[in-house]
């Protein structure tokens, strides 16, 4: 019953929240935030309970959790975790505490509501990583849209935050119409969507590429693949801060989080079919992506681009289809959910300052804002994948895990990591050396104490991942084997 509750109540927490939020006059945000931080802050230490009480050794779910929805149709409720889970429940409650305190003083209009929506948005993830029934996996993986395209649509920071967060919205819910279309197909084939029971079903092999199919759309876009990757950088870009760092460090995992718990073990011949084609687009993402990446004048978008680069990488490990490429391409997902995180609150920073985030008005800032220099440093060097960090481990074990696949797949996505290199380097060149342009900024202010503590917090976690990477494979590696084992069942069967 204990182990039952810490999940369960991390669950609820952040709607606790919500309700709580919702008592309190619209005129009392000094109040309204520090609720939020403190209903965050909870449902975190829960996380890390959570973690603490998990058994590496046992390879199904643990703290599950079912309650009866609709028991006439053969549809429950049922949460668990498994390792692969763990760390993205771990991640989205460590990042909405982060983001609380990214927006502590610069959203002020409607700040309630900015908040609720994202209580609001913690709530929602959590049930995409931990429940396990695949019709609610579908109605939370879609409820995600909602918050976050408020969050762009009235918290935005330009003109174009309208159009973009209705890009975002229509593209991503659009991609999921025939993901739907393809679980009402299972239902009515297995009469139920429950997780557990679909992993021990037999589809024949033209059924599992028709499905395959069904599924892979919708995740690709939420990835985003090339060359559903349009709506991203224009999210990014129009989205508040705080927004940014939850698209980029949570929301993009989802689709390859679904590719793992979904389309490997259910479909695994038509996963092995279409492997070519994941790797022939993935390339191209890590590649084409990267070269976009050196071409953008706006500074966010310049890590967007770099986000969907990375992600193609993502995708590579994945679709290997061994140890190696799967741990490494979880590892590379809770990397990139911090490194990302990082570099687009340094770029909110310069932005909550000198209201611009077009490249060409920067320069020489190392001068005047050395504190910000060096976390800027450290970032953009995680993002390359330097040893000693959390993205080196990750994109290692991906390569490891592609070169038993294919040697020319291994030299082709070494590019992206020259390209990686390339535009991280030129980005912090041009932004902390040269000649400070006193023309554009007369004052100057370097990192407040709030966001040294965060910086440094990510800072602590990424050469953490990067130095003892067992603490988190540990963990990872069980459930790993086991949706290999899974798949290779459900190939043989098949």
Request: with cysteine; charged share 10%; aromatic share 20%.
């Given at each position: 019953m204990e182990n039952l509750n810490i999940l369960l109540f991390i669950s609820i927490t952040p709607l606790f929240g919500v309700l709580l939020l919702l008592l309190i006059p619209e005129k009392y945000n000094f109040y309204c935030r520090n609720l939020a931080l403190l209903i965050s802050c909870l449902a975190f230490f829960l996380s890390l309970l959570l973690w603490l009480k998990f058994d590496s050794g046992y390879s199904s779910f643990q703290f599950l959790y079912t309650l009866d929805w609709l028991p006439l149709f053969n549809l429950y409720y049922t949460m668990g975790i498994d390792g692969i889970?763990?760390?993205?429940?771990?991640?989205?409650?460590?990042?909405?505490?982060?983001?609380?305190?990214?927006?502590?003083?610069?959203?002020?209009?409607?700040m309630k509501d900015f908040l609720i929506c994202f209580l609001l948005l913690e709530f929602l993830l959590i049930q995409v990583f931990?429940?396990?029934?695949?019709?609610?996996?579908?109605?939370?993986?879609?409820?995600?849209?909602?918050?976050?395209?408020?969050?762009?649509?009235?918290?935005?920071?330009?003109?174009?935050?309208?159009?973009?967060?209705?890009?975002?919205?229509?593209?991503?819910?659009?991609?999921?119409?025939?993901?739907?279309?393809?679980?009402?197909?299972?239902?009515?084939?297995?009469?139920?969507?429950?997780?557990?029971?679909?992993?021990?079903?037999?589809?024949?092999?033209?059924?599992?590429?028709?499905?395959?199919?069904?599924?892979?759309?919708?995740?690709?876009?939420?990835?985003?693949?090339?060359?559903?990757h349009i709506?991203?950088?224009?999210?990014?870009?129009?989205?508040?801060?705080?927004?940014?760092?939850?698209?980029?460090?949570?929301?993009?995992?989802?689709?390859?989080?679904?590719?793992?718990?979904?389309?490997?073990?259910?479909?695994?011949?038509?996963?092995?079919?279409?492997?070519?084609?994941?790797?022939?687009?993935?390339?191209?993402?890590?590649?084409?992506?990267?070269?976009?990446?050196?071409?953008?004048?706006?500074?966010?978008?310049?890590?967007?681009?770099?986000s969907v680069s990375h992600m193609g990488f993502v995708t590579i490990g994945i679709f290997t289809l061994n140890i190696q490429g799967l741990e490494g391409s979880i590892f590379l997902m809770l990397s990139h959910g911090l490194v990302s995180s990082a570099l687009f609150f340094c770029i909110g920073i310069l932005y909550d300052r000198y209201h611009t985030r077009i490249i060409k008005y920067?320069?020489?800032?190392?001068?005047?804002?050395?504190?910000?220099?060096?976390?800027?440093?450290?970032?953009?060097?995680?993002?390359?994948?330097?040893?000693?960090?959390?993205?080196?481990?990750?994109?290692?074990?991906?390569?490891?895990?592609?070169?038993?696949?294919?040697?020319?797949?291994?030299?082709?996505?070494?590019?992206?990591?020259?390209?990686?290199?390339?535009?991280?380097?030129?980005?912090?060149?041009?932004?902390?050396?040269?000649t400070l342009k006193l023309k554009y900024f007369s004052t100057f202010q370097d990192v407040s104490r709030r966001e040294f503590i965060i910086l440094f917090l990510i800072v602590l976690l990424v050469l953490w991942m990067g130095i003892y990477p067992e603490s988190f494979l540990n963990e990872i590696h069980t459930s790993t084997l086991n949706l290999l084992e899974q798949a290779t069942y459900s190939q043989n069967k098949s």
């Open positions: 889970s763990l760390f993205f429940v771990v991640l989205t409650t460590f990042l909405t505490v982060l983001c609380i305190l990214v927006s502590w003083d610069s959203i002020i209009y409607r931990s429940v396990l029934d695949l019709l609610l996996f579908y109605i939370f993986f879609e409820s995600v849209l909602m918050p976050m395209f408020f969050i762009v649509g009235i918290w935005g920071s330009r003109e174009r935050k309208i159009r973009a967060a209705y890009q975002f919205f229509l593209y991503t819910l659009i991609g999921s119409i025939l993901m739907l279309l393809g679980i009402l197909v299972i239902y009515f084939q297995a009469g139920t969507t429950d997780l557990q029971i679909l992993w021990n079903l037999e589809f024949s092999e033209k059924k599992q590429i028709v499905l395959w199919l069904s599924f892979f759309f919708s995740f690709a876009v939420k990835i985003p693949m090339m060359p559903f709506w991203l950088p224009e999210a990014h870009a129009e989205a508040p801060t705080a927004g940014s760092v939850i698209l980029a460090g949570i929301l993009l995992k989802m689709g390859a989080y679904g590719f793992l718990r979904f389309s490997l073990p259910m479909f695994p011949l038509a996963t092995i079919f279409f492997t070519p084609f994941v790797f022939v687009l993935s390339l191209i993402a890590a590649i084409y992506a990267s070269l976009t990446t050196l071409r953008q004048i706006d500074l966010k978008k310049i890590i967007a681009y770099s920067y320069s020489g800032f190392v001068k005047v804002m050395p504190v910000f220099a060096i976390f800027f440093l450290f970032f953009s060097f995680a993002n390359i994948g330097f040893p000693g960090t959390s993205s080196f481990v990750g994109e290692l074990l991906v390569l490891l895990g592609a070169f038993q696949s294919s040697v020319i797949l291994v030299i082709l996505i070494s590019f992206s990591v020259v390209l990686s290199a390339a535009y991280s380097i030129w980005m912090f060149n041009r932004i902390m050396f040269g």
